[in-house]
């Protein structure tokens, strides 16, 4: 019995449909009927909600924070957890700080405020308050933001689809995917050359001073699969928020000619949010005859990467600088 409710409770999310999703929320709502057009930010919004949901309300509910229930005996959905929520207070952090303003001298929204507080509550509460209570909070929150968005009077007013802004989101989204990248690769001697030196006196010191040039520094065996499902579970809600970004960011992807890149993105966040076959995360070598399914991934996520690189060239019209 307890065999069978750790694996019905292990299982990863599907896919969603944050499009649909939104139609059927803005119609639920009566904030729009559902062939009308949403009103811009409106779907990055719901999808937001809608991944808070999702965490919240999947097999077994949120499990991070229990202290006496199967969940105790399977890490793999926890970590998965742990990065889904990172995500999520990196999504109200722009949705509070950017998105919603149109000017750094703009005053800020109360409900994003509170929303992003609430979704910064500590992730492994489990009694007053409990992280479930305050991240629902937050939904209700971000339902409020909803609210005013369907009233705005004009679509810049509550959510701001600008240029400098969308880049400014993928920089910060590069710096983190660079980050996962890392640690993935980590799974097996991460370099031959130290990438960390500025010099090749550097490296003359670093000798002289009998300090090893690069230490090989390897995810132990039993933190591997931890990293490997954190990472997924920030990639889930990224894929389906930056899906969201695409229609809300429409007018700006086609200014830019920019909208090929941003379906590079979404098409190698998919694929790394794609369910997993094997009944465990295998750690073979680069070229061995195990798979490597945290390099498999890391691969998926350094595109991913590059496509964000290709997209902000774009939208600062066409210059690399």
């Keep these: 019995m307890t065999i069978g409710i750790c694996l019905y409770w292990s299982q990863m999310p599907r896919m969603q449909d944050v499009h649909q999703v939104a139609r059927d ?78 000017r750094p001298q703009s005053v800020e929204r109360p409900e994003l405020i509170e929303a992003e507080a609430r979704f910064n509550f500590d992730h492994n509460s489990w009694i007053l308050p409990s992280t479930e209570s305050q991240y629902r909070q937050g939904i209700d929150f971000l339902q409020i933001y909803l609210n005013e968005l369907a009233t705005a009077r004009g679509d810049a007013e509550l959510f701001v689809a600008r240029q400098d802004v969308l880049d400014g ?31 090749s006196r550097d490296i003359a010191i670093m000798e002289a001073e009998g300090i090893e040039v690069l230490p090989q520094k390897i995810t132990p065996w039993h933190e591997r699969d931890d990293i490997f499902y954190e990472v997924r579970g920030s990639v889930y809600v990224l894929y389906h928020c930056m899906l969201a970004m695409k229609q809300d960011f429409e007018e700006v992807l086609n200014i830019a000619q920019g909208t090929g890149q941003m379906n590079r993105i979404l098409s190698e966040l998919h694929a790394a949010s794609q369910p997993m076959r094997s009944p465990m995360v295998l750690n073979g070598r680069e070229f061995g005859v195990v798979h490597n399914h945290s390099l498999t991934l890391a691969a998926h996520l350094v595109k991913a990467h590059l496509a964000m690189q290709d997209l902000r060239i774009l939208l600062r019209g066409g210059s690399d600088i």
């Design 169 to 199: 989101f993928l920089r910060r989204q590069q710096r983190r995917l660079g980050s996962f990248s890392v640690r993935l690769r980590a799974s097996v001697a991460l370099y031959e050359y130290n990438p960390y030196i500025l010099t």
């Design 25 to 102: 929320r803005a119609a639920a709502l009566g904030h729009r009927q559902p062939d009308q057009r949403l009103p811009t930010g409106y779907t990055t919004a719901s999808t937001m909600m809608l991944m808070a949901e999702t965490l919240l309300n999947k097999p077994g509910g949120y499990l991070f924070n229990d202290i006496a229930s199967p969940a105790l005996l399977i890490d793999n959905i926890l970590n998965w957890e742990y990065g889904a929520v990172i995500q999520l207070r990196e999504m109200a952090h722009s949705l509070r700080h950017e998105f919603s303003r149109a």
